[in-house]
């Protein structure tokens, strides 16, 4: 299983898009939820990420304009982007937390840029 992440886009420095990723229960029920990024060049990166009970953590970078959460009658993780930067520029990807290897989906790209 491959967990796919949806809703990324070309946005303007100062912009907002939500990412959401919807994953089967046997992966998402009671395990933690992260979304990570790749930009060109770097290493991926975790974002952020939120336990079953909904305790949370972020990246320095993202701190005060990111917020993950989660559904758990959808299965679907969430992140809203605000203030978006051209260095949030990446593919970004969903994962449990911490990460499975066998779940890396294709990631769904997010350009900032005006």
């Known amino acids: 299983v491959q967990l796919q992440a949806s809703g990324g886009g070309l946005v303007q420095p100062g912009g907002s898009l939500r990412l959401s990723c919807a994953a089967p229960g046997s992966i998402f029920s009671d395990n933690g939820m992260g979304w990570y990024r790749q930009a060109p060049g770097k290493q991926r990166e975790l974002v952020a990420g939120i336990t079953s009970d909904d305790y949370t953590s972020y990246a320095y970078s993202v701190k005060g304009r990111f917020a993950i959460s989660r559904d758990n009658a959808k299965n679907t993780v969430y992140l809203q982007m605000n203030s978006l930067k051209p260095e949030d520029t990446a593919v970004y990807y969903c994962?449990?937390?911490?990460?499975?290897?066998?779940?890396w989906g294709q990631g769904t790209l997010v350009t900032v840029s005006s």
């Open positions: 994962n449990q937390w911490p990460a499975r290897f066998g779940l």
